[in-house]
């Protein structure tokens, strides 16, 4: 049995709650870091308000323009919401399914670039608690979510179903958890996936994604250029590491044959 061959009968011997508890416990990492930033409101808009400055420094600052132009257009800013609320919650499980049922060999290198950006993160906003745009006071963002909540049912509360704002971390803009996950599912479909269609499909979702996350003030640039960084580097660290985990168990398997039995 070849090397890929024996990847691809561990993938399918996975048990679905073994994939499960991997999501769990990410999510009680983001629930207790949660629990760490809700004090911390001073220190978010402190280190949002200099993620501004930064960016205003260097000339790198479209959030205003993107967010005004969005907040006065609701054609456009009412499917902007429903995208920032829903498509992550959506788009992530479904190509993760997809490549666990479809694209077997390509789901654990995938699922733990996923894992490790998601774990960073949380690292991230644990460390650097960072309000978004629509939460610094006096700094002149339109709340697009809040203002067009009568058209969805997300009510007042940012990213999630109304009722559901105990589940939601409103100061963990920095890196753009959405902009990673997007970028994730954007790449992963392209790389896999034969139809043109769905490769194009693939590219626009990130590009998309940046846009709808920076015009409706939940991220500032920075947010989505850190992801990305962070995609990127991770991406590339497992890339590498696969290829030398296969070899180290090709080698083990062969000196295993190759012994001399009793």
Not at 13 to 32: C, F, I, K, N, S
Not at 48 to 64: F, K, N, R, S
Not at 183 to 205: E, F, K, P, S
Request: aromatic share 12%; with cysteine.
């Amino acid at each position: 049995m070849t090397t890929s061959q024996r990847l691809l009968r561990r993938v399918r011997g996975t048990a679905w709650w073994q994939e499960l508890g991997v999501v769990a416990l990410l999510y009680a990492g983001y629930d207790l870091i949660r629990g760490f930033i809700a004090g911390s409101t001073g220190r978010a808009e402190r280190d949002g308000a200099g993620i501004l400055h930064l960016e205003q420094v260097l000339h790198l600052d479209p959030e205003h323009w993107l967010n005004d132009n969005l907040s006065r257009l609701s054609a456009l800013a009412v499917p902007a919401c429903y995208f920032y609320a829903t498509l992550h919650f959506i788009v992530t499980p479904a190509v993760l399914i997809w490549l666990f049922h479809r694209r077997p060999a390509a789901y654990r290198p995938a699922r733990t670039v996923l894992v490790f950006v998601t774990g960073i993160s949380l690292i991230g906003f644990w460390q650097f608690p960072t309000a978004p745009p629509r939460l610094l006071t006096g700094a002149g963002f339109h709340d697009t979510l809040a203002i067009f909540s009568g058209w969805g049912w997300w009510g007042s509360d940012p990213a999630v179903p109304a009722g559901a704002a105990a589940i939601a971390n409103q100061y963990a803009a920095m890196p753009s958890l959405h902009l990673a996950w997007a970028l994730w599912c954007g790449v992963t479909v392209y790389r896999q996936a034969g139809l043109r269609w769905l490769r194009l499909a693939a590219i626009g979702y990130p590009v998309l994604t940046a846009a709808v996350i920076i015009g409706t003030a939940n991220h500032y640039l920075l947010d989505v250029l850190v992801a990305a960084a962070l995609w990127a580097i991770t991406d590339v660290a497992v890339g590498r590491l696969r290829p030398a985990r296969q070899d180290r168990a090709a080698a083990i398997t062969a000196s295993s044959t190759s012994r001399p039995s009793d």
